[in-house]
């Protein structure tokens, strides 16, 4: 029983570990965000709770966050420069690579937004987020090409916008950070470890944290279905927006199409794991 339970401890070990990688990527890649992956891992509800009561709530998960803190940033100074060399290479290819983990995802986020049900007020809430986050992004990023220069402030801003991608699932900021001509400096800064730039990221990224906490587990708690349903529906507009529409050969369509699918396979078996651990009882 001991051996069995000691495999059991290091499978969700590493679990945690790779849910965290995947968490702290989310955080800068395109069109993905890290709560919803965190929703999807069943790690957010958690986070939600040692961020609001953590006196109560360290004691009992403070096994977890280990391997998931630890993930989270290797996934996310990883990713960074991983993706500023994949993006040098093909931004395309990369892109698609994103869109195939964010759509291996849409299976278990749709699973978790009727968890309590699903009414007229559900689908309403799905529809208004996305024609909302659609036109808005498509607007700023594809109609007036909306740029901003990056200085301290806007380094902060950008850290707001991470702090928002983990506290409300599906907020998609590195999607904005695109729009507005950010993400290239602040993904080439964080690749270089550049320390005036990490460190302008940090009061955005905890004042959103600590400011928007409380307020987003009182939504979900008092409107669970409606919450869930306009995150369901903000993740398939931040996809749409982002679907490369020019391609320079072939060679770049097969490859996209490549990434795509194993992006998706990743996203799928990671939300597969995560279900069988659960249904197992291995906490």
Partial sequence: MRGNGNHNLGVRWLRDLLCGVLIGAGAILPGV??????VVFDIYRPFMEVLTHPRTAIPKYWRWFLPIGLGGVLGFLGFAKGIAAAIDISSTVT?????????????????????E??????????????????????????????????SFWWYNFCGALWGMS????????????????????????????DIPVLASTVPGLVLSVLLLARLVTWFFRRHYSIAFHGIFGIVLAS???????????????????????????LAFFMARLDRRIQENGMT
Avoid: D, N
């Avoid at 007229?120 to 740029?147: P, R």
């Avoid at 409300?168 to 690749?191: D, K």
């Fill in 166 to 193: 983990l506290v409300i699932p599906g907020m998609t900021s590195s999607s904005v950070m695109m729009a507005l001509g950010l993400y290239q400096p602040m993904l080439e800064g964080l690749a270089h470890l």
């Fill in 95 to 115: 892109t698609w690579l994103f869109i195939g983990l964010i759509v291996g995802t849409i299976p278990s986020l749709y699973r978790e937004a009727g968890k």
């Fill in 117 to 150: 049900g699903r009414s007229i007020g559900s689908w309403v809430s799905m529809a208004v987020c996305a024609a909302a986050i659609f036109f808005s992004l498509f607007y700023v990023g594809k109609v007036i090409c909306f740029t901003v220069e990056p």
């Fill in 239 to 265: 996809t749409l927006v982002i679907i490369p529409t020019r391609y320079v050969a072939a060679w770049e369509i097969a490859l996209s199409a490549v990434c795509c699918i194993g992006g998706f396979l």
């Fill in 33 to 38: 965000s890290g709560g919803v992956l965190a």
